[in-house]
Structures are given as structure tokens and as C-alpha cells.
């Protein structure tokens, strides 16, 4: 963390036009990446960023590109931005596909009826046109399929001078696949059937540390069923160290630790101690389940994207995500209602962070936290814990993360402007309150959502012009929808120029 920050610190100085910055809150308290988010906020160049930080993500972000096997995706706005228009998109696309994927197969149908039949001609014409389009949607997909010109497309796919047989053909509709990228993901499940007491953790006089170092002294704190807190504060601060006395690992200085009644802990270590180096994947599920079969072992840690020959892997040769990955696969088949959780997200994808914060929503026992991830604090936690170094302290603090910063704020602010009122200067000063502030950024922030909004419909708008006018070209489309999807067009034409002129507006 620290050779992350001085990192940071002599790159920002040498004034660069362009940053690239690859996972740059890795290792970073949540103090130092609030300080790299202001400083991004208010410089003026570009910059690149690689990060799983969603929350860091949506405070500095105003472009995501989304990588897939063999493409990407564009969204504008920030990640919350990201996560609704890709919703959306998802859903129009398989909407679409849908709907074309229903009209070949009316297509096929009327073919089946009629190859034989007085309008022998006009089936065979059908299906001709059939197999040239079912070989175009086979390989480019049907987005560019029906988003050009039959002119276009000719250049980009090889079709076979023969058309299909009936057979052949109502084969190769139905086999057609949803253009929808998805990535595999985690199948993640944590039971809690056994219930615990009220009261799970309590702290009298605690004093946590090392024989020969004082880290930190906590007030009497509780934390009872179904609660999930929050453990933050500055790398070195102690945060692990608490967990390993809680847990009966390590001695309190002073005081001590109160456990529950029928508590069922689950512990996952941020440098996952819990796992042998020299075990193969297989070998540490097996462990934990002795009554398994290999077979069941490989179809379970495929719930967790290990596949193929990856289960025969030892665990020195695993990546830090792919040791997360079995940490919790571990975790997962323990009954437990106590989560100690530290550093979870650690080295995981988006993808998988999502899974788990889903995951430990739904959870019915109690957890523990510790993690610079504030997005998922802000998901999950009902109270923050938070280590003060200079004070040696801990605080407990009963709401959200995001609570907990305004507060903080709003104290900053009052600090400042007593400070001010005890120079006797006599001078008005004249300076915002932080809520007065966040009211302006609000406004301002209300202002570039509503710009947002209307370039995403007026993209969609613009998407749906292009279905439509394919539809008209379509050699498909029949005589009486015709009417139908031009009186469609001109409407949605209309409703794009209305809004093109309220966005030349706004800019205005």
C-alpha cells in the first residue's frame, strides 16, 4: 500500500496528458483511494483506468468500456450508469431476437406447407431467401444481419449457392443462439440453517495487539443476529488482528471477547491461511466432503469456473482470484450462521463481487466484514466499525458507509469553521458548508443525468430507427405490416427530433 501510494504520488507530479492506471486501489486504505478520487475528479487530463473498485469506478468514471471474449461494449455515465443501461440493452436484444427468431420460424412453417403445394414457387423463393439469411445470422450474428443492407452483408459472409432443404432448414432456425454475451459466473451459496443466539459478539475493556505492540483499544460494543458489520480503517491498522482475537487465535491485551451461544463460525483469510499449497483443488474439497465422489467434486468446483484439468492444479500454482474463488467454494459447504469475512472480494471480477454481495444480502446469520470494497459495505453492513490510528481507537458507528462520510463531513466543515471563529480576525468568511455544497454537486449532478438520460433514449430511439427501417427492408416483411411499421417509423422519427431539440437545449 504504501509503495502504491509514493507510486501514485510521482506520477501525478510529473504532470502527464494521459494517466493509465491498471487496478490503482489495489492495496490502497479507503483514506488514500477517497484521496486519489478527488484528485482524479479535479484534473483536468484523460485517463485510462483498469479497476474492480465499483465504488472508486463510480465516483471518477464517466465512460466503461465492458470486455467480452472477442469484443466490447460501450456505456457512458459511471458504473451505476453502466449497470442499468446494460440491463436494458440486454433485454432489447433478446427481445429482438426473439421476435426475428419467430418470423423464420413462420417462415419454415408456411415453406412446409406450401413446397408442395399450388404455390410450390413462392415456397421455394421463401426458402431460398431463408437459407441465405439463417447462414448470415450463423456468422455475424443477428444484430449486423439485420442492422445492414443485404448488399453489405454479401461482403462480409459466404452463403452456399444451394439453398437449404426443409428439414435442413427448420434445423438450423431453431438451433439459433441469443446474440446476449453472458460470462460464466460464480454459483455461489452460503447456508445459515442453524440459528445462533440474539447476542453473537460482545467486547468488554478490549485492548487489541501483540505482546509487544499496542494496536488499538475498542468500546463495549455488541453485534446480534443478523447484523452485518463493517470492519475499516487503515492498512496495519489492526483489522485482522481483531478478527484473530475474536476468533481465539490470538490473546487479548486487556479485556475480552464475548461469544454467542451455538455459534457455527466460517472464517475466510484475506492470504486464505486456510489453504495447503501443496493440495491439488480436488484434494481440498475432498476435506472438507470425504463422502464425495471425484465426479460430484468436479461438478461442484465447476460452480466456481474451475473446469477441465484446472481441479488437478495444485494450490501454489492458483492466481490470488483463483484461490479466492476456492476459498468460498470451501466456505460454501459449511453450515454456518458467524461470517468472518476478510478482504472477500480480493483479486475477484465484478462478476463475481456482484454474486457475492447478492450472496451475503440474502444471508440469515450474522457477519463480520472486513474490506476496502465500499460498495459492498454500502450493500451489506448496518454498522460501520472503524480503527482510528492516530487515536488508537476503535468507533462504532450504527449506519451505512456512505452515512458514516457525510457525517464525517459535516464534522470536517464544523471543525474548520470554529478554527476560523477562534483566530478573532474579525473577518467574514464566506464558505460553503459541505451541505451546501452537496446541494450544488447535486444540482450539477441532477443536470448531467438528465443530459445522460436523454442521449440513452435518444440512442435508443435511434437503435429502434434502424430495426424498423431493416423490417422495411426485410424480404420478409408482408404487405399489410408494411403500413404498419412505416406509420412506427415516422412516430419514433418525430419523438427523436423533439428530443434532439430539448438536448440542443440543455447544452444551450
Not at 500500500?1 to 491498471?22: E, I, K, N, W
Request: aromatic share 8%; charged share 30%.
Amino acid at each position: 500500500g504504501q509503495r502504491t501510494r509514493a507510486f501514485l504520488a510521482r506520477l501525478l507530479l510529473s504532470d502527464p496528458d494521459v494517466l493509465l492506471l491498471d487496478e490503482p486501489t489495489n492495496h490502497l486504505d479507503i483514506r488514500a483511494v477517497e484521496w486519489l478520487e478527488g484528485y482524479l475528479n479535479q484534473w483536468e487530463g484523460a485517463a485510462v483506468i483498469v479497476s474492480h473498485d465499483r465504488y472508486f469506478l463510480d465516483k471518477v468514471s464517466t465512460v466503461i468500456l465492458e470486455m467480452l471474449p472477442g469484443a466490447y461494449e460501450t456505456y457512458h455515465g459511471n458504473y451505476s450508469a453502466y449497470l442499468k443501461q446494460r440491463e436494458e440493452r440486454i433485454a432489447r436484444r433478446q427481445e429482438i431476437f426473439e421476435s426475428e427468431k419467430e418470423k423464420l420460424l413462420k417462415e419454415v412453417e408456411y415453406i412446409k406447407k406450401n413446397i408442395s403445394g399450388q404455390n410450390t414457387l413462392q415456397a421455394k423463393g421463401k426458402l431460398k431467401r431463408l437459407s441465405r439469411v439463417v447462414q448470415a445470422v450463423e456468422q455475424i450474428g443477428f444484430e449486423a444481419a439485420l442492422n445492414q443492407k443485404w448488399s453489405e452483408t454479401a461482403e462480409e459472409v459466404t452463403v452456399t449457392t444451394s439453398y437449404f432443404g426443409v428439414e435442413e432448414a427448420e434445423r438450423r432456425v431453431r438451433a439459433l443462439r441469443s446474440p446476449v454475451r453472458t460470462l460464466p459466473h460464480l454459483h455461489l451459496r452460503l447456508g445459515s440453517e442453524k440459528r445462533s443466539g440474539d447476542l453473537v459478539i460482545r467486547t468488554k475493556d478490549l485492548q487489541v495487539g501483540f505482546p509487544d505492540k499496542f494496536l488499538f483499544k475498542s468500546p463495549d460494543i455488541e453485534l446480534r443476529r443478523q447484523d452485518c458489520a463493517a470492519l475499516i480503517g487503515p492498512n496495519g491498522a489492526g483489522k485482522s488482528t481483531f478478527l484473530k482475537t475474536i476468533l481465539g487465535q490470538l490473546e487479548p491485551l486487556a479485556g475480552e471477547v464475548i461469544l454467542g451461544s451455538s455459534l457455527h463460525i466460517g472464517y475466510f483469510a484475506q492470504a486464505h491461511e486456510g489453504l495447503d499449497p501443496e493440495k491439488t483443488l480436488l484434494q481440498e474439497i475432498d476435506s472438507v466432503r470425504p463422502n464425495w465422489l471425484p465426479g460430484q467434486i468436479r461438478d461442484y468446483l465447476g460452480k466456481y469456473l474451475f473446469s477441465g484439468d484446472d481441479v488437478y492444479k495444485k494450490v501454489s500454482m492458483l492466481s490470488g482470484g483463483e484461490r479466492g474463488r476456492l476459498a468460498l467454494a470451501k466456505l460454501a459447504l459449511q453450515d454456518t450462521n458467524l461470517l468472518l469475512l476478510d478482504e472477500p472480494t480480493n483479486h475477484l471480477d465484478i462478476p463475481s463481487q456482484e454474486v457475492l454481495e447478492s450472496v451475503l444480502e440474502d444471508y440469515k446469520g450474522t457477519i463480520l466484514l472486513i474490506t476496502h470494497d465500499r460498495y459492498l459495505v454500502d450493500a451489506v453492513a448496518t454498522q460501520i466499525w472503524e480503527i482510528d490510528t492516530e487515536e488508537a481507537h476503535l468507533t462504532a458507528f450504527k449506519g451505512t458507509y456512505s452515512e458514516l462520510r457525510a457525517e464525517r463531513e459535516q464534522r470536517e466543515y464544523e471543525a474548520f469553521m470554529e478554527a476560523n471563529r477562534s483566530k478573532g480576525t474579525g473577518q467574514k468568511l464566506k464558505v460553503e458548508s459541505p451541505k451546501t455544497k452537496v446541494g450544488a454537486k447535486k444540482e450539477e449532478r441532477r443536470k448531467i443525468a438528465q443530459l445522460q438520460e436523454l442521449e440513452n433514449h435518444i440512442a435508443e430511439l435511434e437503435s429502434t430507427l434502424a430495426n424498423l427501417g431493416t423490417q422495411l427492408e426485410s424480404p420478409f416483411v408482408k404487405p399489410d405490416e408494411v403500413v404498419k411499421i412505416g406509420k412506427e417509423y415516422n412516430r419514433v422519427q418525430a419523438e427523436m427530433d423533439e428530443k434532439l431539440a430539448e438536448w440542443e437545449r440543455m447544452q444551450g
